[in-house]
């Protein structure tokens, strides 16, 4: 309860700044990575569902669709440099969007023009794999002796996609753990941003005439960034559903503000005259 007390003291509460001195660094730091902890734990738990959606629909439709793209029928060989398929070329393979598609012809030498009349993205040629790098067309090649030697068919793949189902039912708790690890990680690279934020916050304190040292301003920014981190993770949170966005700069502008608004009413209660 106490945690959530300094949250909010760290807000507003110019009682608790003017006390700021002389806390312990540890006491500051040790607020900040649990202030860090709640606004990933957060994030993550908002990813549940979108995490969960998505890849239950890239395991149950994408991975379907992509496996069966793949022709019963063929097989495709790479040896020495060299590919070989046991159909009539040239062949055709729709993807699973019904308007790309790769042709294999290993009987005709590349040639652009040859390629265009095929309409495809991709041409797996005699000695080479050449396809589209973007909307412009333009052509990359790549040397089928960097690729090694390997045969494919569909049996293989449907094999290769069934050792695999062990890792898809794990799929889920995996990404959430990664994005937990990476938020968090986030946070802490802002401890060296703070550095930079308390030397302006200890500017800020000069100009207002209030004594302090860089030390202490440190423990002040890891204090007054509450409200922006607050603020900044519920904008990236809710921003698929209501489109706010932030502006540049934001969170170091709102603490700013949190430091001259305590402070500033800290030396308004201070020139208050007492009553006789």
Same mark, same amino acid.
């Given at each position: 309860?106490?945690?959530?007390?300094?949250?909010?003291?760290?807000?507003?509460?110019?009682?608790?700044?003017?006390?700021?001195?002389?806390?312990?660094?540890?006491?500051?730091?040790?607020?900040?990575?649990?202030?860090?902890?709640?606004?990933?734990?957060?994030?993550?738990?908002?990813?549940?569902?979108?995490?969960?959606?998505?890849?239950?629909?890239?395991?149950?439709?994408?991975?379907?669709?992509?496996?069966?793209?793949?022709?019963?029928?063929?097989?495709?060989?790479?040896?020495?440099?060299?590919?070989?398929?046991?159909?009539?070329?040239?062949?055709?393979?729709?993807?699973?969007?019904?308007?790309?598609?790769?042709?294999?012809?290993?009987?005709?030498?590349?040639?652009?023009?040859?390629?265009?009349?095929?309409?495809?993205?991709?041409?797996?040629?005699?000695?080479?794999?050449?396809?589209?790098?973007?909307?412009?067309?333009?052509?990359?090649?790549?040397?089928?002796?960097?690729?090694?030697?390997?045969?494919?068919?569909?049996?293989? =793949?449907?094999? !290769?996609?069934?050792?695999?189902? *062990? #890792?898809?039912? +794990?799929?889920?708790?995996?990404?959430? &753990?990664?994005?937990?690890?990476?938020?968090?990680?986030?946070?802490?690279?802002?401890?060296?941003?703070?550095?930079?934020?308390?030397?302006?916050?200890?500017?800020?304190?000069?100009?207002?005439?209030?004594?302090?040292?860089?030390?202490?301003?440190?423990?002040?920014?890891?204090?007054?960034?509450?409200?922006?981190?607050? =603020?900044?993770? !519920?904008?990236?949170?809710?921003? *698929? #559903?209501?489109? +706010?966005?932030?502006?540049?700069?934001? &969170?170091?502008?709102?603490?700013?503000?949190?430091?001259?608004?305590?402070?500033?009413?800290?030396?308004?209660?201070?020139?208050?005259?007492?009553?006789?």
């Amino acid at each position: 309860m106490n945690f959530f007390n300094n949250i909010l003291s760290s807000i507003y509460n110019p009682k608790f700044y003017k006390s700021i001195p002389v806390l312990s660094f540890r006491f500051s730091i040790v607020y900040y990575l649990l202030l860090s902890l709640l606004l990933t734990t957060i994030w993550v738990l908002s990813l549940i569902i979108p995490v969960k959606n998505g890849t239950e629909a890239f395991i149950n439709n994408i991975i379907p669709e992509t496996v069966n793209a793949y022709p019963k029928d063929l097989e495709i060989s790479i040896k020495d440099g060299v590919a070989s398929t046991n159909v009539q070329e040239p062949y055709i393979i729709t993807l699973p969007n019904a308007y790309d598609r790769i042709v294999i012809d290993t009987l005709t030498s590349f040639n652009q023009e040859q390629f265009d009349s095929y309409n495809a993205i991709g041409w797996l040629a005699r000695d080479s794999i050449y396809f589209r790098t973007n909307h412009k067309g333009e052509i990359r090649g790549i040397d089928l002796k960097q690729v090694g030697n390997f045969k494919i068919n569909r049996n293989l =793949i449907d094999n !290769f996609i069934r050792e695999l189902s *062990p #890792i898809f039912k +794990i799929a889920t708790p995996v990404i959430l &753990t990664a994005a937990f690890i990476g938020i968090y990680f986030i946070y802490l690279l802002r401890l060296f941003q703070i550095l930079i934020l308390a030397l302006l916050i200890y500017l800020i304190l000069r100009v207002m005439k209030i004594k302090s040292t860089y030390g202490n301003s440190y423990k002040v920014a890891l204090h007054a960034i509450t409200l922006g981190l607050i =603020i900044e993770a !519920f904008l990236s949170i809710s921003h *698929p #559903i209501y489109s +706010i966005n932030g502006f540049p700069f934001m &969170t170091t502008l709102l603490t700013v503000l949190v430091v001259v608004a305590n402070y500033k009413s800290r030396k308004l209660s201070a020139k208050r005259p007492r009553k006789k």
